[in-house]
């Protein structure tokens, strides 16, 4: 392992990837192509809307295309679906994410199913998944795409090591766990999953070498639920109220009590979510390269 600071820092990492990128935006352009991403986002879940205005800014900064289709709460799946079905046949989209949650009466899978696999920047579309299982290139969801990129930039050798993901939502806990398990260069982890129906979490995250904490639940992780040394990749970010009547980001690992006992940690804000947007900016330049 090869760490300067064990703060692995995405802001820092991000902003190397945004200048790699800059070049291949550079070609596209010159082909009158500029990479365009197509947001839609249901209803107005607060954090949902943050998420998509942090996405849509960073197109903005970097020049490159970003527009959000709003619907309201009561949106049908026909409607949703009509939409996609437009986006998919418009040439100058060339990415179509839709913001998850979705309202209750809205079955996710039939609408993440109608986007065409070739716009898929999220990496959602079950083709998409399917080719990730079986290891072959698809696009990657940006957040565990985000992961695996500290791990190749810091050096950090998963191969043989005990990778423990708390959490298996189709956003990151399933996909990381398929990543970090798969036989290439910077996975090759043995891989345990755990979630709500694992009777004792605490007891496989203090084997962990890696810890990936994917569950929404603040300062979940204490010094005392890890060895010594061990990795801290923190998706986790939860917002709890503070003493000055206002708001704290935090993670879902305690950072102040783990600390002294990692080797390497993913700081909250500043950590895996700013990669997660790197990664959508990667992939939707990657969905426009398919025209050159
Ligand atoms: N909701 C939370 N994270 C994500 C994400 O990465 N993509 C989408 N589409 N929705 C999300």
């Known amino acids: 392992m090869n760490i300067d600071s064990k703060i692995l820092s995405g802001l820092d990492l991000s902003k190397i990837i945004y200048s790699q990128l800059s070049k291949r935006i550079e070609v596209l352009k010159s082909q009158s192509i500029i990479p365009s991403l197509a947001v839609i986002l249901v209803g107005d879940n607060s954090a949902s809307k943050i998420y998509v205005n942090n996405k849509t800014k960073r197109f903005t900064q970097l020049g490159l295309n970003s527009s959000t289709v709003n619907f309201s709460i009561d949106v049908t799946e026909q409607e949703l679906i009509n939409k996609i079905s437009e986006l998919n046949n418009e040439d100058t989209c ?56 500290f791990f190749e930039h810091y050096a950090i050798d998963i191969s043989g090591k005990h990778v423990v993901v708390v959490g298996r939502s189709n956003i990151v806990g399933r996909p990381i766990s398929i990543l970090t398990s798969l036989k290439n260069k910077y996975s090759n982890a043995t891989t345990t999953i755990c979630h709500s129906g694992t009777s004792d ?92």
């Open 94 to 149: 060339h990415g179509i994410l839709v913001q998850l949650p979705l309202p209750k009466h809205i079955n996710s899978e039939k609408i993440l199913l109608s986007i065409d696999p070739e716009k898929d920047v999220d990496g959602f579309h079950p083709f998409n998944l399917g080719k990730l299982a079986s290891g072959n290139p698809t696009f990657i969801p940006c957040t565990p795409k985000g992961i695996m990129r």
């Open 201 to 292: 979490i605490y007891h496989y995250t203090k084997m962990a070498d890696v810890v990936i904490l994917a569950l929404g639940s603040p300062n979940f992780l204490k010094s005392d639920h890890i060895k010594d040394g061990s990795i801290i990749i923190d998706v986790g970010i939860n917002r709890i109220k503070n003493n000055d009547n206002g708001y704290d980001l935090v993670g879902d690992a305690d950072y102040e009590s783990v600390i002294d006992k990692v080797s390497a940690i993913t700081p909250v804000p500043g950590g895996v979510g700013p990669m997660t947007i790197a990664m959508l900016v990667e992939n939707t330049i990657e969905a426009s390269e398919r025209l050159l």
